[in-house]
């Protein structure tokens, strides 16, 4: 079974997008298709980049735990909300980082957003930004808009069939990409 991280992005006081970071972890459980962990990067409280963390002579335990979270993890999925079009200043602060371990990693992108586009105009930039560095972005993306509506502050949806749905063809891309990636490794 494969392992997946999902990164919660947002470290916004009052944030809503942690919901959808709790909605997928609740799916990928309920659905047995994968291991599961959030990674909040709430919780981590990561300082400002100031260097990969390759180059950092002594670097907090927090960043190397991290660090070996995402190297385990066979996928990712960033959970972003969309701040004034663009994305938080934690996710780009971690995908900075962790330069090395972003290669080829199959990663899904949902944005979110109290409106009606679902934070749609924040994944071309974060999408470049992975390119940069080289990680695979997986195809599809899942968008949420109106979170409030869609979702509790546990990640339960107001209405489970309706978002299982759409979950379930972002998901199936990020599994392909996962077993597209094992079989070539092989």
């Not at 371990?101 to 105009?121: E, H, L, M, N």
């Not at 968008?143 to 063809?169: F, I, S, T, W, Y």
């Amino acid at each position: 079974m494969p392992h997946i991280s999902i990164i919660s992005a947002s470290v916004r006081t009052g944030r809503q997008s942690h919901r959808v970071a709790l909605y997928f972890q609740n799916y990928l459980k309920e659905n047995n298709l994968a291991d599961v962990e959030i990674l909040d990067l709430n919780e981590y409280q990561f300082p400002l980049f100031n260097e990969r963390l390759e180059h950092q002579q002594n670097p907090l335990p927090e960043t190397l735990e991290f660090a070996d979270k995402i190297r385990k993890s066979d996928g990712v999925i960033i959970v972003t909300p969309e701040y004034n079009g663009g994305y938080p200043a934690s996710i780009k602060n971690v995908t900075d980082l962790l330069y090395k371990d972003w290669y080829r990693k199959p990663i899904a992108i949902s944005t979110v957003s109290d409106g009606s586009f679902g934070g749609t105009q924040v994944i071309t930039s974060l999408q470049f930004t992975l390119w940069k560095i080289r990680a695979w972005t997986v195809p599809a993306m899942c968008p949420m808009p109106k979170v409030a509506e869609l979702l509790d502050e546990q990640g339960h949806p107001k209405d489970k069939e309706a978002l299982d749905k759409r979950a379930r063809n972002f998901i199936s891309e990020l599994l392909w990409c996962i077993e597209a990636k094992k079989r070539m490794a092989s």
